[in-house]
């Protein structure tokens, strides 16, 4: 080799650090552009490895690479400017954060010398976002951005993901200033490390633990997708032949139309998983974190079972529920070496005991089972609506949803058979979340069907990401349940206020079809009951266009079961008139 | 109950203010906190005096070991350990108090660090018990001010909080 190959490749701030994207695979770029960050947008001009996604506002970006994140398993990057880019961007850095999404936020700064002095688009983005960040770095020489991305993305990917914001003052990336360039293929902290493996004797009594229980449920969260443990999780759970029930976040790791699987557990979790919850004498926790909307009180929280809990964060163990048997480690590893334990053990189970057990889940089952009224309205039911979208796309599309009664209605009525599917912000809760959710989803796979569904009132939070989508050709389908209310804020008005509706109406609502037509996409309102399929059918069937169907619902319609906030587990209203 | 933790952290800008964030945010109390460079100038080492139910406690070091850039730590009061605090009270002496000062400086084993013919800066080191104990000593006397440094500690014999 010559002497000039072996010389490192001189580079400026904005190229190494378009070059350190590229070296970890880094595909799309979710970002907008601006002052503080014009020699990046440079630099990402004069390349083509790297596709850079122009959003209409910057949350959009947060999410769409969010989703991304959630879909793929790898980091998801956005890239905007100083001051309200980096602000426009935090809700998005706190979605991703309360949900553990892998992501790198790249903002701008101003000049290096101008901080502190309030000039123009500056802000402490390093504290604002403090609180909502795995971590965050300032780039305080152009020669450690090399490092500093290699760290950003060992971070936000490993142990419990997360968030990491790269703040880069301008004059990091001055374009004339060239230093050699040289990608670490490690990077090695001595104050983080994650753990690798859980604790043997731990797994060991878990097991022991499980196999001697009477009336055992596994209870798994959004750590089990994250882990990508779910094929370990579904051997699992079919050696033991447990029931199995999953959070929010953590639908699809078990699949839905499994006969073991009891649907979602929680404040909107079916009958029978909060009932077998309540009733289990031993709760195999997976990487889930007993939020308080799955375990409503939590000192009343299933009083009767051992606890055996497997995260990989530490302080997720006994937070909220102290766990009897805590494991720390990668649920994958500890799943397996569960697996394996279970293989080899000489422990009998209480057939007899498991028996009983199924028995009383069938019962609660058949008394509740995820059914709804279909007698008292003329309307189409928001329930139907979701049912019908799942039938017709054989359970496997890619959905996305916004925050409200059409979340939960998505989450109890389509049957997830494959983990990474259901993509929601389930820990923030953020409207405005679905639409560009789905487009870092159709963007990456855009031979897969995308589902956004959605309400009118969570729809336009984000709705200028329209204009994206035709951009980009995001043919993406929004299922817009449009009750005209915010569904779940006029629910709770109906139960704890008198029905008195206090800003729970949306006024004015524009005219979805014309809307959506004005931004170059098919608009289809649909209203009738007869008509929901036929125009689901159209819908699907345009793969080359963006289909928005505003499908008009019942307005009165709650979401059940519904846990009675401050109770037990087992404490339901079931429908209007029914409660346990 | 009260508890001393002591943090090996990163020496970085923003290192402390990710401690106070997290306190903040999540509601722990801080009593006192102090925190200085090592003999290895890229490690700190700060001192946090806390005080919460076993739970909230264990809560605080899980998730101060969270935080990125905290090396290490360890709750010195699970063990025999020192504490110190040191203290500076200007006080009011003049007068036949002036005298009275004096004395009770001395059985605390304070020493007066600045006399002005109406004043003394006392300084006192201990644990922040004795530091209570002689301010309450010392309450009959008018206090100008008080300064006080935090509490430092460290473990008795061989165990050390180091890499």
Known sequence: MS????????LSGGEMLIRSLKEEGVEYVYGYPGGSVLHIYDALFQQEDIQHVLVRHEQAATHMADAYARASGKAGVVLVTSGPGATNAVTGIATAYMDSIPMIVITGQVMSWLIGDDAFQETD????????????????????????????????????????????????????????FHYPDKVK????????????????KAVQALLEAKRPILYTGGGVILGQASEELTQMAHMLEYPVTNTLMGLGAFPGTDKQFVGMLGMHGSYEANMAMHNSDCILAVGARFDDR??????????DATIIHIDIDPSTISKNVDAHIPIVGPVKSVLKEMIELI?????VKDTAAHGDWWKRIEEWRERHGGRYRTDDSELLKPQYVIEEACRLTNGDAYVTSDVGQHQMFA??????N???????????????????AAMGVKMNYPDEEVICVTGEGSIQMNIQELSTCKQYDLNLKVLNLNNGYLGMVKQWQDLNYESRYSHSYVDSLPDFVKLVESYGHVGMKIEKPSDLEPALREAFAMKDRLVFLDVVVEPTEHVYPMQIPNGRMCDMLLSKTERT | MRRIISVLMENESGALARVVGLFAQRGYNIDSLTVAPTEDPTLSRMTLVTHGSDGVIEQITKQLNKLIEVVKLVDLSEGVHI???TMMVKVRASGAGREELKRTADIFRGQIVDVTASTYTIQLTGTSEKLDAFLDAISNTTIMEVVRSGVSGIARGDKVLAL
């Open chain 1, 418 to 436: 494959k983990p990474n599917r259901w993509i929601n912000s389930g820990g923030l809760g953020t409207m405005g979340f679905g639409l560009p």
């Open chain 1, 343 to 347: 293989k080899g053990s000489k422990v």
């Open chain 1, 294 to 303: 799955v375990t409503n009180k939590a000192s009343e929280f299933c009083k």
């Open chain 1, 3 to 10: 002497e000039a190959s072996q010389a490192p490749e001189m």
């Open chain 1, 411 to 416: 989450a109890q009525y389509y049957k997830f």
């Open chain 1, 189 to 204: 902290m001595r104050s983080y490390n994650p753990v690798q493996r859980g604790h043997s004797g731990q797994i060991k």
């Open chain 2, 83 to 85: 504490e110190r605090e």
């Open chain 1, 125 to 180: 983005m390093m504290g604002i976002s403090r609180p909502v960040v795995k971590h965050s770095f300032t780039v305080r020489n152009p020669e450690d951005l090399p490092t500093i991305m290699k760290k950003a993305f060992y971070i936000a990917e490993s142990g419990r993901p997360g968030p990491v914001v790269v703040d880069i003052p301008k004059d990091m990336t001055t374009p004339n200033d060239k230093y050699p």
